[in-house]
């Protein structure tokens, strides 16, 4: 399985920006996906994940990010809003079997794509 980020880039605090992650070489209907991010000199971290409907969300992101997935195109995607200077990483889709929070299950991940949010 082979994911692909995109839609990274540089906005201003306050902005949007909406990330996409395309999956080829395997079964997408039914597999767990997720967006974790990680800033320089810091773990890796749970943003996001959705199966099929819905969302898990970090504390630091809800009310502000919306997972979504669209099967027909393979593809998930991480709509961010009203931006903020701490939401700077670089952003890494994944996917696996199960939602979970911790990165360890996800067994396969994407490039990233870096986001940087200005002040």
């Known amino acids: 399985v082979q994911l692909v980020e995109s839609g990274g880039g540089l906005v201003q605090a306050g902005g949007s920006l909406r990330l996409s992650c395309a999956a080829s070489g395997g079964t997408f209907i039914g597999t767990a996906m997720a967006w974790f991010r990680q800033a320089p000199g810091k773990e890796r971290e749970f943003v996001a994940a959705?199966?099929?409907?819905?969302?898990s969300y970090a504390e630091s992101v809800k009310g502000r990010f919306t997972i979504s997935r669209d099967n027909a195109k393979n593809t998930v995607y991480l709509q961010m809003n009203s931006l903020k200077p701490e939401d700077t990483a670089v952003y890494y889709c994944?996917?696996?079997?199960?939602?979970?929070?911790?990165?360890?299950?996800?067994?396969?991940w994407g490039q990233g794509t870096q986001v940087t949010v200005s002040s």
């Open positions: 959705i199966m099929y409907s819905g969302g």
């Open positions: 994944a996917a696996g079997a199960v939602v979970t929070t911790v990165p360890g299950p996800y067994v396969y």
